[in-house]
């Protein structure tokens, strides 16, 4: 067969159904920068933030709604891995998705100036989604002669989407009294690759009698920066980059010695806005939410549109069941007996052009309410969806975060998504001087089925058959600076930082007078202690109270002991008595007040 069957396998392939990714974890780590990619509002307690390039902020995962590997495999009497066609049904919907995810900063720099924070990312974003129907996996494990004979074989929805693109991003937040927070962030996003299906609908139907075969199909398909694959002499073909022409591959920065041209040369520009709120009910709750990726990408430079208009056609020549495992015919006999009669009939319905076109980015929403258990303890819950093709894909997570002072950040989470109930992650943040080493999982009991100690003990690639759909990872190195350690220190008149004075009173009866109306005997001292051992007694000098008493107490008090002149007992103008002089005298130490701390817009302040 020519190429006939490859049109078969790309109707099968090229088919979107999108999913968003998730990252619950990172969503409950105010200590790590990265937050306010997820939470906008979020407001870092360090004052200035360095991701290590490339390695600040990494991120991959693996999310399969249909099953797990445990779900279609079984193994027999003697131990041989067989197909179990009825625990994939049972596992399985209509439709269903496999979906990869992985991104990389390879820039990030934040830093705060009063109430507001900044920062700036560069991040590499890849995206990949297969989506798969039931009777996909039916036909592979026991062909179309037993549960899907005389029945319509449904592939609609099947396919593939890819999307390879870079963002460019300037962020703000702001703090408004530790009590509400709003941020924003723009991004420019540059396009390198896309794959996308606009229409697919394809169906193979098998007579329950005379095996007869009928195929129904429906399928539209866009791609930019892909390479051309022409499948005849005709028009029909898929991507727009000819790899014998040097010139092109010159111009689209894949040849030797032109990286520069692909890595920022192409014609396909976006723009995302990603925003959000955190506003404080009260010292005990808390209210997020955030909308991420609203945008576009415009592709317009080596695009394709393929297009196959709707097509039936049912084919008799075939005797016997087609089967991949087991008895039957081979898939090789059905390509050989379908080429001439099948090929003729989709080149006729066939197109391909290369106009320009959009796609929007797939916008995600997360929600959170929190409980704040003490100053470094909380307990969140945590809604997501995300809106494609309008349907909504939601998930929901139950997390618990414990703050060490700045030393460590930890996270404890339970999540739902992506039709997966055993979703167990955690989050670890430490922080030794600015260096903070950080690492989140939704999912650690994927980790389990990698077999990481065997594999590295015997340098090899075992993977364990487990129960598990979803994997996530997420680790980065961050610089911090300026993070808080403790309370504010005040500063004397010169300037120089010392902690609260401590006043100490011998007499607790100094404020009051006695039974008769008398004021008590002002011979009793106060001493103030400071952290440096200095101290500061103060003399027999009247208070307002002793001022404000009759004459005949002035007097009498002025006579007792001898008092230092002060420089406004020197300075004082003629006229003035040292009893006017006395009002003006204040004996409490000179303590400038503090500012209030600056604090994690998460970690509660004392006071709101």
């Known amino acids: 067969m020519k190429k006939i069957f490859l049109h078969i396998i790309l109707v099968f392939i090229f088919s979107q159904e999108y999913k968003g990714q998730q990252d619950f974890i990172l969503y409950h780590m105010p200590s790590i920068p990265q937050i306010t990619q997820v939470d906008p509002a979020s407001f870092p307690d360090s004052k200035l933030d360095i991701g290590l390039p490339i390695i600040s902020s990494v991120y991959g995962s693996a999310f399969n709604t249909g ?5 279609i495999l079984t193994q027999d009497a003697n131990g041989n891995v067989m197909p179990d066609v009825n625990g994939a049904m049972s596992k399985m919907r209509e439709n269903n998705f496999l979906v990869l995810n992985a991104n990389t900063d390879l820039l990030f720099l934040g830093f705060k100036k009063g109430n507001n924070f900044y920062s700036f990312n560069v991040t590499e974003k890849v995206d990949f989604t297969f989506n798969y129907p039931k009777d996909l996996i039916i036909m592979a494990l026991e062909g179309n002669g037993n549960n899907l004979l005389g029945e319509r074989a449904n592939f609609d929805g099947l396919g593939m989407d890819f999307t390879h693109w870079r963002e460019y991003a300037v962020h703000w937040v702001h703090d408004v009294d530790h009590k509400f927070s ?11 690759e896309n794959f996308n299906t606009q229409v697919s609908y394809m169906g193979v139907t098998t007579d329950q009698n005379t095996h007869a075969l009928t ?16 499948f005849d002499d005709t028009s029909n073909a898929i991507g727009a980059i000819n790899t014998d022409d040097d010139d092109m591959m010159t111009q689209a920065g894949l040849s030797s010695g032109n990286l520069s041209n692909y890595m920022f040369g192409r014609q396909n520009n976006g723009l995302g806005l990603d925003f959000g709120f955190n506003y404080h009910l009260n010292d005990k709750l808390l209210l997020e939410a955030s909308v991420l990726d609203l945008g576009f990408i415009s592709w317009n430079q080596y695009t394709s549109n393929s297009n196959l208009s709707e097509w039936d056609y049912t084919y ?13 015919s081979s898939v090789q006999f059905l390509k050989d007996v379908l080429e001439d009669s099948i090929e003729m009939s989709i080149k006729e319905n066939f197109t391909y052009s290369t106009p320009s076109y959009r796609t929007a980015l797939r916008t995600k929403i997360y929600a959170s309410m929190e409980y704040i258990v003490d100053h470094n303890n909380y307990i969140s ?6 809106f494609v093709r309008n349907r909504w894909r939601r998930g929901l997570g139950l997390a618990y975060n414990f703050h060490l002072g700045h030393f460590l950040s930890a996270t404890a989470s339970y999540s739902i998504y992506n039709r997966s109930y055993s979703n167990v992650g955690i989050g670890v943040s ?18 389990g089925t990698l077999n990481l100690k065997e594999n590295a003990i015997n340098q090899t690639m075992n993977v364990d058959v487990e129960k598990v759909k979803n994997g996530q990872v997420h680790f980065g190195i961050n610089l911090t600076f300026g993070r808080d350690k403790g309370e504010p220190r005040h500063k004397d008149d010169e300037g120089e930082e010392r902690a609260d004075p401590v006043s100490t ?10 039974a008769n109306g008398t004021p008590p005997d002002n011979s009793q001292k106060t001493v103030t202690k400071y952290p440096t051992g200095d101290k500061d007694s103060g003399s027999n000098k009247s208070s307002k109270s002793n001022l404000d008493a009759a004459p005949a107490n002035s007097k009498e008090q002025s006579k007792k002991g001898t008092t230092k002149s ?4 020197l300075n004082a103008a003629p006229g003035k008595s040292k009893k006017d002089d006395k009002k003006k005298i204040d004996n409490n130490p000179k303590v400038q007040e503090s500012e209030p701390r600056e604090r994690t817009f998460r970690i509660v302040p004392k006071k709101i």
Do not use: H, W
């Open 215 to 230: 195929f129904d199909m429906n399928f539209e398909f866009q791609s930019a920066g892909l390479p051309l694959v022409v």
């Open 182 to 192: 709003y941020g924003a962030r723009l991004k420019y996003l540059y396009g390198m």
């Open 505 to 514: 009173e011998s007499n607790d009866k100094a404020k009051e007078t006695d």
């Open 381 to 386: 819950l945590t809604g997501y969806s995300s």
């Open 67 to 71: 099953f797990a590997f445990s779900d």
């Open 430 to 447: 430490m922080n030794a001087g600015p260096l903070e080493i950080y690492f989140l999982t939704d999912n650690i009991l994927a980790l």
């Open 566 to 569: 002060s420089k406004s007992d």
């Open 316 to 328: 008799s020549g075939i005797e016997d069941a087609i089967t991949v495992f087991g008895n039957g």
